[in-house]
């Protein structure tokens, strides 16, 4: 039988959940990073198991001191794997079994069995103090990336893995601080406590694990599902199937026939009040108008949308060297309109404190002489 494996650092944790399976008939074969294998065998009560730290070196335990615990009742099962490279499998802990309940324990100096932990002690105060600033600038990076190009993120369509990736890590990072922290109370309670602590619940210990096991697989099927999914798997509606209002100006209150009814598909983020694509006319055909509209939480964040939709038209125009795309008009801070007079095309880009609007037209009509109604729906929106 094959079961998660506890953190080897909740000690005592560990020691009550094997005794506890080698009650109900199953001994501890081995301990991996991941995975601990069982072995099944006949029930007997008063088994005991203990972790004692490798050391340094890791490794096994040499046979001098398999034959000395032996003479103690106390057998060497295996070690738990702290890490794996080049130079192989670096353990953490020895694990002895002992059934005898009459058997002494291995550590009964305090002081001797929390030496032990020196080494495992280094490791853990290190890895917080490079974890902290690690998970730190993980997380400032992974919000830096939505708050800088936050297009993508107001949109449920494919997600980056960029942050996933930051995800990944920075629970690594967690993981390696939260085992260190727990590590560094148990040493704490040898220094307070005697006899030493041997047996703790072992339940919050399981939960942990089935949690970070949990969010890494999560993050793993959300970035091998982001591989095979289209980019626009939402559908567009007609907007008389929502029951709410839609950020829409149609063709008609541009005086432009209407092509049929206008179409929208909404967007949920947490960055975001609401999020709206509208549509209407044929794009093969004119006339056409799309629209997109968001209206975000943060006002700053809405200025760095508007610099990311002005970079995608930056293959036909540059922008920061034609300041004539810029647009003055009443009531919304910044406007850019920019007209391709071969193609017939219009576009118009509005930010109104945490609103962006940005609208591709096609037709006979003039959106600037209309903008006061794209203002209007900024207006009502809010």
């Known amino acids: 039988m094959r079961k998660l494996a506890l953190d080897p650092m909740e000690v005592p944790a560990v020691q009550a959940w094997l005794e506890d399976w080698a009650a109900r008939g199953w001994y501890l074969e081995t301990y ?5 294998s069982f072995a099944r065998g006949e029930r007997r009560e008063h088994i005991r198991y203990r972790l004692q730290p490798t050391g340094r ?32 499998v670096r353990t953490e802990f020895h694990i002895w079994r002992c059934e005898d309940p009459a058997a002494p324990e291995l550590d009964t100096d305090q002081t001797l069995r929390e030496e032990a ?16 600033p690690l998970a730190a600038a993980a997380l400032a990076l992974m919000l830096w990336l939505v708050w800088d190009r936050p297009r993508g993120y107001l949109l449920d369509l494919r997600t980056s893995s ?20 727990r590590l560094i109370r148990f040493t704490r309670q040898l220094r307070r406590q005697e006899p030493a602590p041997q047996r703790t619940p072992w339940g919050w210990a399981r939960a942990r694990v089935w949690v970070f096991q949990g969010l890494y697989v999560l993050i793993l099927v959300v970035m091998i599902a982001n591989l095979f999914r289209p980019y626009d798997s939402r559908p567009y509606l007609p907007v008389s199937r929502y029951d709410r209002p839609v950020p829409c100006v149609s063709l008609a209150e541009l005086g432009t026939p209407a092509a049929g009814e206008a179409r929208a598909v909404e967007f949920r983020s947490v960055w975001a009040k609401s999020t709206w694509w509208t549509a209407e006319g ?50 919304a801070d910044s406007a850019w309109y920019w007209r391709d007079e071969l193609e017939g095309w219009q576009f118009l880009l509005l930010r109104r404190g945490g609103q962006v609007l940005d609208v591709s037209y096609q037709g006979e009509a003039d959106l600037m002489e209309h903008v006061d109604q794209y203002v209007e729906l900024l207006a009502e929106f809010q």
């Open 32 to 36: 991996g990073r991941n995975l601990v």
């Open 57 to 88: 070196e890791g490794g096994e335990p040499d046979q001098d001191t398999r034959e000395a615990y032996r003479e103690m009742g106390w057998t060497y099962v295996c070690s738990t794997v702290g890490s794996r490279n080049l130079g192989g």
């Open 117 to 132: 932990y020196g080494d495992l002690l280094r490791r853990g105060w290190r890895n917080i103090w490079l974890g902290v």
């Open 162 to 181: 960029t942050p996933l990736m930051l995800c990944c890590h920075g629970l690594l990072v967690l993981h390696l601080i939260s085992r260190s922290v």
């Open 282 to 331: 044929s794009y093969d055909a004119s006339p056409w108008c799309e629209a997109e509209y968001y209206s975000l939480r943060f006002p700053s964040m809405a200025e760095n949308l508007e610099e990311q939709l002005l970079r995608r038209w930056s293959f036909v125009i540059d922008i920061g060297e034609h300041p004539e795309f810029r647009a003055s008009v009443p009531g």
